[in-house]
């Protein structure tokens, strides 16, 4: 059974409507071909072996227990312990804790004469340090009241330390804020449910949730790999194995359309000789990417799949940076050399990782290339020419215009054209400048900025006009051979007119209606290109 037909109506409407919102580069722009179309080359991937390797299922769930990783802790301790130094209200008694510490940190370096002193005593509180709860700074005294020392040494306990100092100095809410450092770290042990997929919505969505983080693979926020997740799910060897979340993401309230929000993801790939985690998002989380590894190497060993593994018992480590796996060998160890590659896809290999390879170490090849077929996800075309790695649809799909200033993409209707170039509005009103004697908008470089001077000591710098070359050479405003010109101190050419030299039109131009009061206008800033001569 063609793995197409596995998708039930409303998966397909969300697959088609999330194309629709998301696919253009200028908003909303339904796709031209069926969706047959679009998804025959997911199709023809995950049939390879993949959908083989899933027991033709599009995605796999199952209960898990893990334990958070020291950057999740970190993130926690931060939201909960050390942030509200910076942002909370001034009763919360984390605030009032760290206040405190700090202040009696400032006060003990100050007798002593010793900035190591208060650098420890701040590391001590730091978020790395409680996340970890272990001191990572070389051993140093700490005076306390009776005049005697506390030695806290390299690899202690931080929470034993912190209060042992606290209650000796008597600082305010320090009980409170060791219950909240505590329960941050209580909260190692987690459960969830995790989801292994094919399925398509999970390759668009890898990036977009409701769970409060993107990368630049998101759909939503335009990021700017997002072909890299179409050639994830044409992708004959990569599966999305991520961390439901209980509350669903949802993508428009009106249609009740919604799908599993990722708390956490990683792209795993799986070829007959390699399974590897890729980078997990929006954390590495090395105990949740073994979990994955494990089941996925289960997974295969429990289907039908012939010629893959067997793989090695133990999960090995792959270095990233000099692209090789260290392995032992009857002889000792040896390393093996392994690269991978992509094509539009943000290559996440580059640094640590975890695998497994097949038990014969002949057969893990030198390198693995896995993205697969790019495609204009409206008409199903495979692109072979794209302007950015960020395109969804190919350029005859898309007929969106680039604004010559800032570079974003808009419809044709929302540029506005100058001297045959097109400009956003944004940027036509920042840098396009009408000419004051014609009113013909030019970019603004294109024009020249004129200023009025009594004198050559008194250029006006806030009396200024801007004229086309055509309107320069008329003489409305005043005898071309009229403009002086100073170099001085400016790293590019002042030109300015006396008012003398000004005709009627020119003054009005400058806002005066006669020489007279133009000579009187006393300037917020003048220039003396005298200085000049």
Request: net charge negative; hydrophobic share 30%; charged share 30%.
């Amino acid at each position: 059974m063609a793995i197409f037909s596995q998708l039930t109506r409303p998966e397909t409407e969300l697959i088609y409507d999330y194309i629709y919102m998301y696919g253009s580069r200028s908003g909303y722009h339904q796709p031209i071909a069926p969706l047959a179309k679009i998804l025959k080359p997911w199709e023809e991937a995950k049939e390879q072996y993949l959908h083989q390797m899933m027991g033709g299922e599009l995605i796999k769930t199952k209960k898990i227990s893990f334990k958070k990783s020291e950057e999740e802790i970190a993130n926690t301790i931060r939201e909960e312990v050390t942030r509200p130094y910076h942002f909370a209200d001034d009763d919360n008694p984390c605030k009032i804790f760290l206040n405190a510490w700090n202040e009696l940190a400032d006060m003990l370096s100050t007798e002593h004469n010793d900035m190591e002193l208060y650098w420890a005593m701040r590391e001590l509180v730091s978020t790395n340090t409680l996340a970890a709860n272990r001191i990572r700074y070389k051993a140093i005294d700490i005076p306390l009241p009776n005049e005697k020392k506390y030695r806290v040494l390299d690899g202690a306990k931080a929470s034993k330390a912190i209060g042992k100092i606290a209650l000796a100095y008597g600082l305010p809410k320090y009980e409170e804020f060791r219950i909240a450092h505590s329960q941050a770290l209580n909260e190692k042990s987690l459960t969830g449910e995790i989801c292994m997929s094919i399925h398509p919505m999970d390759y668009m969505t890898m990036s977009d949730n409701d769970c409060g983080w993107g990368s630049c693979m998101s759909w939503t926020d335009h990021g700017d790999y997002r072909q890299g997740t179409v050639e994830m799910m044409n992708s004959p060897m990569v599966v999305v194995v991520y961390l439901k979340s209980s509350t669903d993401y949802m993508i428009d309230k009106r249609a009740n359309q919604s799908w599993n929000s990722k708390r956490w993801r990683e792209l795993f790939i799986v070829t007959r000789d390699v399974i590897m985690g890729v980078k997990g998002y929006p954390y590495w989380n090395r105990n949740l990417e073994s979990i994955a590894l494990d089941w996925i190497k289960e997974t295969i060993e429990n289907s039908s799949l012939e010629g893959f593994g067997p793989y090695c018992d133990e999960i090995m480590d792959y270095d990233g940076h000099d692209h090789k796996i260290r392995v032992s060998t009857e002889n000792g160890s040896e390393d093996i050399c392994l690269d991978f590659g992509t094509g539009l896809m943000y290559n996440d290999v580059y640094d640590e990782h975890q695998l497994y390879i097949a038990k014969d170490f002949s057969r893990v090849p030198d390198t693995i290339y896995y993205s697969g077929m790019a495609e204009c996800m409206s008409c199903g075309d495979r692109l072979y020419d794209y302007e950015t790695e960020s395109d969804l649809y190919c350029e005859s799909c898309d007929p969106v215009y680039r604004c010559a200033e800032c570079g974003e993409w808009h419809d044709r209707d929302d540029l506005i054209e100058v001297d045959g170039v097109l400009y956003c509005e944004y940027c036509y009103n920042d840098y396009v400048v009408e000419c004051d004697d014609c009113g013909t908008p030019h970019y603004y470089e294109d024009l020249e900025t004129i200023y009025m001077a009594k004198d050559n000591s008194r250029v006006c710098m806030d009396k200024q006009i801007h004229l086309d070359d055509n309107c320069l050479r008329s003489g409305n405003f005043f005898d071309r051979e009229a403009i002086r010109v100073s170099w001085g101190r400016w790293h590019y050419s002042l030109r300015f007119v006396l008012v003398d030299d000004l005709t009627e039109e020119g003054l009005e131009a400058f806002g005066f209606d006669s020489k007279e009061k133009a000579i009187a206008y006393k300037s917020h800033e003048y220039y003396d290109a005298s200085e000049d001569e």
